[in-house]
């Protein structure tokens, strides 16, 4: 009985040893990325089905609901349309920066920088995939190859196989598409597996073709039980990856929209279903963020910290989004205004903070031609403060700038005419 303290004195420093160790690879571990885009899933149906593997994977990091469409009635609100969320995802910007209104994907406005260029900018290195049952995601919103997109490669891609109407015939069912995802999603968990490219975009298909054919219904779901085991080959291939390498895998699950309340066959429109998404994500710690109902525009400047991604500071001066890991200062940044007046409101993410937060205002925006915009101090408040109250001179554009220790959040002022 005696030695029994003992013996758990040498089993909890045991523990602690084996701990700091984990502790120790964590931190010297690569860190790599895979996300993927499951097409036009609301977040109640995802909530409702509770899918296995995107519930084990919830199980490891988190479950949010999550939005799409930008600020309702605002200059940001962006179509609830597939294109349009996925180059939202891509550049962490809303429709009124990336200029991508609809599939027809006429005029990407590249200045406003992918994460593809983003990850080849800052480490030439790094190995990029993407997986995909859509070409142009890769040839228009990416824009590979393209010197305006910045003559971004892709080191690992399988996509374009809806051109091939002799193995997949375009039939109305649809079915075609989901041997496509069916091969995509080989394909990523064999490469992913083999190769450990360091980001990965799959994109599968075949749910919103349910959703669009048969609305909310059996087949609509059926669908995304068969895009859940799809996951579940790439979350394997993740795991067994992690286990053998000293990697350090984020995995982010998204949709690109939701579906209209009345039938669930349509999409488009600023409805709370249509803008209602959802995020799935194996991040164990992540920060406030992730509960405030978080945007698309969240997984951009989320990926960029995972993979420690410096964004060009112009670039960064202009994302919409927030990431919902690591530390994190603001978020919620809105602008109201008031008898010629403007208040700034925000949320603090950490609430006792003595930390200053600067504002600055440009009235140009020549940023989206590939321009520079002189930005002026307006004045600093501590961020806990929560509020700034300025005043602009008559102009009809301003662009505000709120400057942290660690982050930029930006919200405009466009006048109506
Ligand atoms: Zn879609």
């Known amino acids: 009985m005696k030695k029994q303290p003992l013996l758990i004195g040498i089993v909890a420093m045991a523990l602690l040893l084996v701990s700091c160790q984990s502790d120790k690879n964590k931190k010297n571990a690569t860190p790599k990325v895979v996300f993927i885009i499951v097409d036009g899933i609301a977040g109640d149906v995802i909530q409702k089905l509770n899918p296995p593997v995107l519930g084990e994977i919830s199980k490891a990091g988190g ?65 990029t995939a993407v997986f995909s049952t859509w070409e142009d995601n890769r040839t228009k919103l990416i824009g590979e190859g393209l010197s305006q997109a910045g003559n971004v490669s892709v080191d690992f891609k399988f996509d374009g196989l809806e051109h091939d109407t002799v193995k997949y015939p375009h039939t109305t069912t649809k079915v075609f598409i989901q041997r496509i995802d069916e091969a995509v999603s080989d394909e990523a968990a064999k490469v992913i597996s083999a190769e450990g490219p360091d980001l990965s975009w799959v994109y599968l298909q075949f749910t919103d073709e349910m959703g669009h054919k048969f609305g909310d219904s059996q087949q609509f779901h059926d669908a995304i039980v068969s895009a859940d085991k799809q996951i579940g080959k790439i979350w394997d291939a993740i795991k067994r990856r992690q286990s053998e390498n000293n990697e350090d895998w984020l995995i982010v699950i998204t949709t690109d929209h939701g579906r209209d309340a009345e039938t669930g066959h349509n ?17 164990p710690q992540r920060n406030a963020r992730f509960d405030q109902n978080p945007g698309i525009v969240d997984i951009f400047p989320t990926i960029c910290y995972h993979l420690g991604l410096q964004i060009p500071e112009d670039v960064s001066r202009e994302v919409d989004g927030v990431s919902f890991i690591g530390p994190i200062d603001v978020s919620e940044l809105r602008a109201q205004k008031d008898n010629g007046k403007v208040v700034l409101t925000w949320t603090a993410i950490e609430k006792g903070s003595s930390e200053k937060a600067e504002i600055y205002v440009a009235e140009t925006n020549n940023f989206k031609e590939g321009g520079k915009d002189e930005y002026k101090k307006m004045g600093e408040v501590a961020v806990s403060q929560e509020n700034f109250e300025l005043t602009l001179d008559g102009g009809n554009f301003h662009k505000i700038l709120l400057k942290t220790p660690r982050q930029y959040a930006n919200v405009w002022i466009v006048n109506e005419q």
Request: no cysteine.
């Open 267 to 283: 999409h488009g429109g600023q409805s709370d279903r249509e803008r209602s998404t959802w995020i799935v994500t194996n991040a």
């Open 63 to 127: 479950f949010t609901l999550a939005h799409v469409g930008g600020g309702k009635d605002s200059y940001s609100q962006t179509p609830t349309i597939s294109a349009v969320g996925y180059n939202s995802l891509l550049t962490g910007t809303w429709v009124n920066k990336h200029n991508v209104w609809d599939n027809d994907i006429a005029a990407p406005n590249y200045y406003y920088w992918n994460l593809f260029r983003i990850a080849k900018q800052s480490n030439s290195a790094l190995k």
